[in-house]
């Protein structure tokens, strides 16, 4: 059993930075893969980056990539996502995942909902024009 604790949205203006956490609780963080999506209403859940459970790959969408950075601290059960340059099309709330059955290794994707099997409660980001 895991459970992740988003925190850090808030409301900042295009152009501004926002840092978001992801804390892990209740079962060891290594060998489990790390994700972050968004979604606004009316849109399905999708994927912004994602991190293997060792820190050494990183993928991205090509909308934040060069904006946003996934990081992680197995030490300290946490993952990061440094979002710089915000835009207003990046108002979402943003989920953190985490994937302990290996579906992102066996795959290779990170990018697919269903690869994860834990989820946060979301955090809201508002990017303000």
């Known amino acids: 059993q895991v459970q992740l604790v988003e925190s850090g949205g808030g409301l900042v203006q295009a152009g501004g930075s926002l840092s978001l956490s992801c804390a892990a609780f209740?079962?060891?963080?290594?060998?489990?893969?790390m994700g972050w999506f968004r979604q606004t209403p009316g849109k399905e859940r999708e994927f912004v980056a994602g991190?293997?459970?060792?820190?050494?790959?990183?993928y991205y969408a090509d909308s934040v990539k060069g904006r946003f950075t996934i990081s992680r601290d197995n030490a300290k059960k946490m993952m990061y996502l440094q979002m710089n340059s915000l835009k207003p099309e990046d108002t979402a709330v943003y989920f953190c995942?985490?994937?302990?059955?290996?579906?992102?290794?066996?795959?290779?994707?990170?990018?697919?909902?269903?690869?994860?099997?834990?989820w946060g409660q979301g955090t809201q980001v508002t990017v303000s024009s």
């Open positions: 995942a985490a994937d302990t059955t290996l579906q992102t290794y066996y795959r290779g994707s990170y990018s697919t909902l269903d690869e994860y099997d834990y």
């Open positions: 209740g079962r060891t963080f290594t060998k489990t893969a």
């Open positions: 991190i293997s459970w060792g820190g050494g790959a990183t």
